[in-house]
């Protein structure tokens, strides 16, 4: 099992950025792809992008790409999404996830979820 557990959401102005993390345990990551989704109200669930936590090669959605950039801290077992240029339409529940790495890029199927964080983006 791996435990994910997200922080950093709130409520933020277009043009602006936000951090969210997710702490990770459990398990030796080596093997996993760490992702971010968002989920809007009445909307389905998006694939923001998306970080091998070995080597740490990233992929992301076409709608994020150039403005939101993930990273992960080995040493933490924590991984981030750092949003910027932050848009109205980017406002949904965030949520971290993890899955063991089968196919590159992981865009669909994670096997573990975080609870989710609100991001807000206000005009």
């Known amino acids: 099992q791996v435990q994910l557990v997200e922080s950093g959401g709130g409520l933020v102005q277009a043009g602006g950025s936000l951090r969210l993390s997710c702490a990770a345990s459990g398990r030796d990551l080596s093997n996993y792809a760490m992702g971010w989704f968002r989920q809007a109200p009445g909307k389905e669930r998006e694939f923001v992008g998306t970080i091998t936590w070995s080597p740490g090669t990233s992929y992301y959605a076409d709608s994020v790409q150039g403005r939101f950039t993930i990273s992960r801290d080995i040493a933490k077992n924590a991984f981030y999404l750092q949003m910027n240029s932050l848009k109205p339409e980017d406002t949904a529940v965030y949520y971290c996830?993890?899955?063991?790495?089968?196919?590159?890029?992981?865009?669909?199927?994670?096997?573990?979820w975080g609870q989710g964080t609100q991001v807000t983006v206000s005009s």
């Open positions: 996830a993890a899955t063991l790495l089968r196919t590159w890029p992981s865009t669909g199927s994670f096997d573990y």
